[in-house]
């Protein structure tokens, strides 16, 4: 038997070795994530998982299989006694390693079975489905518009070119509901079909959750009735329905429809006409 043989057989050991090593890490990594995870274990786990299996590949590509020199006879000839006692010497080797084979192919399936297993696992840390949340914000029909202090906002309260962030009643602070409340002049603006009841008193109210990425949009420009957003300077019509006339946004924002309530209040008669901020119902360009 050659030495090369008996070398062979040590690394199937260390083969096996370093799947199984491979293949415990990742269990270690599915029950430590499943316990509450800790990022620096968790690290070091995929470290050992990936590094011991690459080593295992290393080892048998460069110890399991047959080592040359082969030669090749150019003319036939008959084989002599040595190298006839070779030929089985190599024959009964190969017949003796496919059960190792065998062995440490299982042995590969188990790590990368593993491995696949701690993989699927941090699915679970995508959060729960978003559900309708993403088509809803606090406002509801009849919501009283109130400032970022909770007052009450009178349809008489904003002079012609004045502006104010508002949020619905109850809600202050809601992220999802601010919204920016301007008023125009009338004698300048023509409302969108489908919108004329949406204006009292020249009031206009749009989210200022940015269709582009979600900045709020906070500026408010009277002489060009326009609103900006800071962070990539898109340029909002607001005379328009807020439809995008510069910058990278292309929705335009979503408008609040309004109304003045009896008791002299703003309030909105429903949710906005369409979802806020930038997401995947956006058309693009
Ligand atoms: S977030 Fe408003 S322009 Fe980019």
Redesign the pocket.
């Known amino acids: 038997m050659s030495r090369r043989s008996g070398a062979s057989r040590g690394y199937v050991g260390a083969i096996a070795g370093a799947f199984a090593l491979s293949a415990a890490a990742s269990v270690g990594l599915t029950v430590l994530y499943a316990l509450g995870g800790q990022p620096q274990i968790e690290g070091g786990l995929i470290g050992v998982g990936l590094g011991s299996l690459a080593l295992g590949f290393v080892w048998w590509g460069k110890h399991i299989p047959p080592a040359g020199p082969f030669v090749e006879e150019r003319e036939p000839m008959a084989s002599p006694t040595v190298e006839r006692q070779t030929f089985e010497e190599d024959f009964a080797r190969t017949e003796a390693a496919i059960p190792r084979r065998r062995f440490l192919g299982r042995m590969l399936l188990v790590a990368l079975g593993a491995l696949a297993a701690a993989a699927v696992f941090p699915i679970r840390s995508l959060g729960p489905k978003p559900g309708r949340s993403l088509f809803q914000t606090a406002w509801r029909r009849g919501s009283r518009l109130v400032t970022s202090e909770g007052a009450p906002v009178a349809a008489t309260n904003l002079p012609v070119g004045g502006v104010l962030t508002v949020f619905p009643e109850g809600h202050t602070g809601a992220a999802d509901s601010q919204t920016i409340l301007v008023r125009v002049d009338l004698s300048t603006f023509q409302p969108l079909p489908g919108r004329e009841s949406w204006s009292p008193d020249g009031y206009l109210a749009y989210s200022k959750i ?1 269709t ?4 709020p ?1 906070g500026l408010y420009e009277q002489s060009s009735n326009s609103l900006f ?1 800071p ?4 340029v909002f019509d607001v005379l328009e329905g807020a439809k995008p006339i510069g ?3 292309t929705r335009p924002l979503p408008q609040l429809p309004l109304e003045v309530g009896t008791d002299g209040f703003l309030r909105a008669q429903d949710d906005y006409s369409e979802p806020v901020g930038p997401g995947f119902w956006n058309e693009g360009p």
């Open positions: 940015c582009h990425a979600g900045c949009v957003c962070c990539h300077q898109s910058g990278p946004a």
